[in-house]
Each structure stands twice: as C-alpha cells, then as structure tokens.
C-alpha cells in the first residue's frame, strides 16, 4: 500500500509539470469557446449529447464550451445538447441529429440503456458514435474517450488517506461515509473500485470502519446531502472521512457538516476541480477534488470525430489505442483514456496555472488572503 501511495503522488508529480507546460499554449478557460474565430461551418455535421446540468458543474460549465471550441478547431460543425437527465429527452434529441445528417455523434449518457439504444440507431444510419466520458455497457459504440476512472477512484481513496492523516491522526477506527454516485453511470462503479483498492485493506485491518456506503440516483446532489444527514444522525453524529464522488456531492456533505459544527474537520472527497469545489479546498471545508483536464478530452474527441468523418477509420485507431472491457457485452472498446491529478490545498494552483479555471473565478471575497499565500493568481 504505501509503495502504491508513493507511486500515485509521483505520477500526479509529474502531471503537475507537464500539465503547467502545456497549459502554456492551450488556452482551456470554460467559457472561451466563443472567442474561436474559426466557426467551423461547411464543415461536417457532428452532434453531441450531454447527459444533466445538476448532477456537476462540468457539463455545461467545461464539456460544452470545450467540446465546442475543439471541434470547431478540427473544421467540424457542431450541434451541442444537453438531455437533462431525461432519456426521452437524449432519444429525441439523438433522432433529430440522425435527421439532421450528422457524420459522427457524440454521446455521454444518462444510464447505458439509452445509450446503447442510440448507438445502434446511428449506426444503422452509417453514423460512427463515440461514448464521451461515460462507457455504455451493452452498447456498439466503437470509440471511448475518458480518464482513467478507476485510477480517479483510487486518487479519492488516497485523498482521503491523506486527510485523515492530517485531521484524525491516530483514530482508529476512523469511521467513513461514502457517497457514491449514479448506479446507471458505469463511471460510477469504477471510481468505487477505484476507491476500495486503496480503502478495502484498511478496512480489513480495522484502521476504517466503514459507516455505510450509498450510491445517490443520478448523482442527485440534494440528495446526496439527506442521505449523508440521515446516515449521520444514525451513527450519533460521528464521522471522520467522508467519501463523496464529485465536487457536487462534496458540497452538499460540507452543507449538513457545517450545520453539526463538523465542518473542516472532516476530511470530504471531491472531483472535477469546479470552482466551487476548488473554493471549498481554499477553505479547508474539502480536502481534495481530481483534476480531470477536460480540454484535452474535448481536443482527444475532437480528433478522433473529424478522423470518423473522414471515414478514416485507421487515422480514428491510431488515436484511441487504448482499450476498456464493456463488461455486459464482453468486448473491447477502442479507447482514448487520460491521466488526472489528485488537488490538495497545496496544488490548487496547479490548476489555475493550467487555465482550466481563472484566479478571479475562486479568489474573491474571503479566499483573497489564501490565494495571495499560496501565489495563485
Ligand atoms: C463524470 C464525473 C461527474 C459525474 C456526475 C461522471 O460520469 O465522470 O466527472 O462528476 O458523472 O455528473
């Protein structure tokens, strides 16, 4: 386990430098794809559907904005969505860019069933689909573009070694809460393994014990937080590590901790490095998000999507040479899969540094004077 830990910070190490050099010539804001001069029109049709707006920041704050740019980047014309959670929604939104002619479509899903329904739609139109983020188990798909989501797992469970280190050091039994996310949402199930790789021995050894463990439908953030109240009271109020899945999640835990006083007190996990979750990080409320860059996904999608449109499907498999086991359907799914990084208090900058999130976007108000410390500007 702790040559394992090392080999994680290490490699997060390295991330960190080679993420501030090319963030350098990348210009990741979320919401500068307005700004590209390149409009991408005449070029081919291609669609892509989102899968919520509440479940995380991200969607509509990085995804979009960063799908839109890349792709017009890549000459391409895009018709970006966003289902809301509702899969009659991603259906009629999926029909009417078949319709509409697009050469490749795009999907994050909100359970695979709807994904695996609109694949093989598109497919029999001769439309190529790439699964965005979220692998459709049972699906057709033949690319993926993702992180490396169990490893993203892993760095929670490692995040949150390290701040039970420094909040509860010596408490043993430490006794955890996890909050995990949509059961519909295979990513879901990795970043759990991903997490008791790390977490499961120290349970075994009685170093953790483990409170309950609860996955939220549809990462449904306001329900993350009644269930993790509920599962408080019913422990008398005792916790000492608190697994929760996303920044999203993360927010509503820190809400019902600071109404029992427990609030930076508690180690809570996080991912997606949103601006909330970075603010809460600043104040000590959360002790670590992930860093996924979500401007290299929409540039790797990219790629790969005006490959498909070219029908160039060996330039396509140069550029997803990785694979992911679609375990429902027993086969392998051509992949691109990206590194992420784990952000303590320390690293936030390496995140700002990267331009995935601007100073003044998390430095305002009280969080000036940390900023200012910590040389984030
Ligand atoms: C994504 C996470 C996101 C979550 C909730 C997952 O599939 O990988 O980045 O926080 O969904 O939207």
Excluded: H
Aim: charged share 20%.
């Amino acid at each position: 386990m702790r040559s394992k830990s090392l080999a994680l910070i290490a490699v997060g190490t390295g991330l960190a430098v080679a993420m501030t050099a090319c963030g350098a010539n990348t210009s990741t804001g979320g919401n500068t794809a307005d700004t590209n001069t390149n409009s991408g029109s005449g070029g081919a049709k291609v669609g892509v559907i989102l899968p919520e707006t509440a479940s995380s920041a991200r969607w509509e704050g990085f995804d979009k904005p960063l799908l839109e740019k890349a792709l017009k980047a890549e000459g391409l014309d895009p018709d970006i969505q966003n289902a809301q959670g509702d899969v009659q929604k991603f259906s009629t939104l999926a029909d009417g860019m078949i319709n509409a002619g697009v050469k490749v479509l795009i999907i994050a899903t909100p359970n695979s069933e709807i994904g695996a329904t609109v694949a093989r739609k598109a497919e029999a139109s001769g439309i190529a689909v790439i699964d965005y983020d979220r692998l459709n188990l049972g699906g057709s798909s033949k690319y993926y573009v993702s992180f490396d989501n169990e490893a993203v797992g892993a760095l929670q469970g490692e995040g949150l070694v390290q701040g039970l280190a420094a909040l509860a050091p010596g408490k043993k039994p430490a006794e955890i809460i996890e909050i995990e996310g949509a059961p519909t949402d295979n990513n879901a199930t990795l970043f759990y393994n991903g997490q008791q790789k790390v977490l499961k021995p120290k349970y075994d050894s009685g170093d953790l014990k483990l409170v309950q463990s609860q996955p939220i439908d549809n990462w449904d953030n306001q329900k993350g937080g009644t269930t993790f109240e509920q599962i408080l009271t019913g422990n008398g109020q005792k916790v000492d590590g608190v697994v929760a899945a996303n920044d999203g999640l993360a927010g509503a835990v820190i809400t019902v901790l600071k109404k029992y006083g427990l609030n930076g007190k508690v180690p809570v996990t996080g991912q997606d490095a949103t601006p909330e979750g970075l603010q809460a990080i600043l104040r000590g409320d959360q002790f670590m998000t992930v860093f996924k860059p979500i401007n290299e996904q929409a540039e790797a999608t990219a790629k790969l999507a005006a490959a498909l449109a070219k029908n160039d499907t060996a330039a396509a498999d140069a550029l997803a040479s990785g694979v992911t086991k679609d375990t429902k359907a027993n086969r392998d799914v051509k992949s691109v899969l990206l590194p992420a990084q784990l952000i303590t208090k320390d690293k936030v900058k390496t995140v700002v540094d990267a331009g995935f999130v601007k100073a003044t976007e998390i430095c305002g108000g009280d969080l000036a004077a940390v900023c200012t410390e910590l040389g984030i500007k």
